[in-house]
């Protein structure tokens, strides 16, 4: 039973994905960000863009000012850059992947329009059936699907790629629906071609519905459980769009009386919350340590506190068998995509290494987006491809640590007494004969009034100044800092 569960309230908006009672995906926007689009900052994928081509590089990348902070880009195809693509042109252009760590949105000169069934390829000469569609049921989805093309009146604007989704649909029911979804986007491209032909300025030509919407768009859901009538309204709207009268799944509106939340009346904060620390326990004792960086993603399966197996080998693969069921699971949630790199247990049986990596394997069969797992290598180590559209649940909603500046780590006791030390032999030389004032923030008085206060007495006297310890009025980014008082006496 697949679910969508969707929390809006004043200053936040969230939605989680349910597959038979486990939490398999969630999205939040919150704060200033807050409303139902659920968007991020940045261009958003499947939308399309008027782009000016400011610099292309022969077989590598074509550069475009999208009004981004950030330069988009398009890649080469087998056969180079197409003609257009010449600097100080404006083209139309579909982002492809969102912005990704320092990398600009990545774009395709081959805009197409996204809908439930069908995806509108403009310029195109024939339909495309997905390879998934089987059976009978494919040919009476080509069988209609060119008919849908052949009597419609701009047919000459592309064909369709017909999406997995359409052979949901009950037989009676197709030529109908997919009609109507290409009058709709027919109707889109319409308008972004004269958008773009009267007037080729620098902009967003087309915004593409964001998470919540595509989650609508591109799922099939038993229920949808919404929280706040506005939300309810809203996602009643998107059923009428994508799904008619017939198809629309079961909307309920959850807690009228507005005395709890809808995540926590279904136990999904902790699970959330979760996502986001670098540990993940298993049943076992044993844990996950997820390292995420810009290019990849190292996992760690770790041991821990397991006790239970006859050997090592035993335990090994036990902890290993836990890991590989979570993986999938905590993949989807964290949002992780790229390279991702996996350090099981040492196994030394071949048969055991294959069950993992066939229970790997399986549990990825339900994830929407395509992934590709490797063969352990000589060193024990696993990898997973997956694609990768947008940032990861902890890229997208933290920051840099303004102590460590995004290290993950701060300085110890040490390192902190040696750079004061330094700073005041620094200002001992600058500004000779006056007293120095050392300022600590609340967490660290502590160190500088106990056993730090001996060591910083200590170089005082050897430098032969004197320094007094108060503590930081003002809220600051760093743990100390130094400020010249009087001139001693």
């Known amino acids: 039973m697949r679910q969508l569960f969707i929390e809006d309230i004043p200053g936040s908006l969230r939605a989680g994905v349910t597959e038979d009672g486990v939490l398999s995906e969630f999205y939040i926007s919150s704060g200033f960000s807050g409303d139902l689009s659920c968007s991020g900052a940045g261009p958003r994928r499947g939308s399309v863009y008027a782009g000016k081509i400011t610099r292309v590089i022969p077989g590598l990348a074509a550069f475009l000012d999208i009004g981004d902070t950030r330069a988009a880009y398009l890649e080469p195809g087998k056969n180079g850059f197409p003609p257009q693509v010449t600097p100080g042109n404006v083209i139309p252009a579909l982002a492809e992947r969102e912005r990704l760590g320092s990398k600009g949105a990545r774009l395709s000169s081959d805009p197409v329009i996204t809908g439930r069934y069908l995806v509108l390829r403009p310029g195109s000469l024939e339909n495309r059936i997905s390879p998934r569609i089987t059976g009978e049921h494919r040919n009476l989805i080509t069988e209609i699907a060119h008919r849908v093309v052949d009597n419609h009146v701009h047919k000459s604007l592309g064909h369709f790629t017909v999406r997995t989704m359409t052979q949901v649909i009950p037989e009676g029911l197709l030529e109908k629906t997919l ?22 300025k620098i902009r967003c030509l087309y915004e593409a519905p964001g998470p919540i919407e595509c989650l609508v768009r591109d799922s099939s859901f038993d229920t949808i459980i919404v929280s706040g009538a506005r939300a309810f309204s809203a996602m009643s709207d998107l059923l009428d769009r994508y799904f008619g009268e017939e198809l629309r799944p079961e909307l309920r509106l959850f807690g009228e009386d507005n005395r709890q939340l809808l995540f926590d009346h279904y136990g999904f904060e902790a699970e959330i919350r979760q996502s986001f620390q670098r540990q993940y326990r298993l049943p076992s004792g044993g844990e996950l340590v997820f390292d995420e960086a810009e290019a990849l993603t190292a996992v760690d399966v770790n041991s821990g506190s397991q006790v239970t197996g006859s050997s090592d080998e035993e335990k090994a693969f036990l902890v290993n068998r836990e890991a590989a069921l979570a993986l999938p699971v905590q993949i989807r949630l964290r949002g992780l995509g790229g390279i991702i790199a996996v350090d099981f247990l040492n196994m030394r049986s071949p048969s055991r290494r294959m069950e993992i990596l066939s229970l790997l394997r399986d549990g990825l069969k339900s994830d929407p987006l395509v992934s590709r797992v490797t063969e352990f290598s000589e060193l024990g180590l696993l990898e997973i491809s997956r694609m990768r559209v947008r940032k990861s649940q902890l890229a997208e909603h933290s920051q840099e640590c303004p102590r460590c500046r995004g290290r993950g780590s701060v300085p110890n006791t040490d390192m902190i007494l040696g750079d004061i030390a330094r700073e005041l032999f620094r200002r001992r030389a600058a500004h000779p004969g006056y007293q120095q004032v050392l300022l600590g923030d609340a967490a660290h008085m502590e160190l500088f009034r106990g056993s730090g ?3 910083i007495n200590r170089v005082a006297a050897a430098l032969g100044i004197t320094v007094s310890v108060r503590e930081m009025t003002m809220e600051s980014r760093e743990p100390w800092g130094i400020i010249t008082g009087e001139k001693m006496v």
């Open 179 to 200: 009609r109507k979804e290409a009058d709709r986007l027919y109707g889109m491209w319409l308008d972004i071609r004269e958008s773009f032909r009267n007037d080729k």
């Open 453 to 455: 206060q001996v060591f």
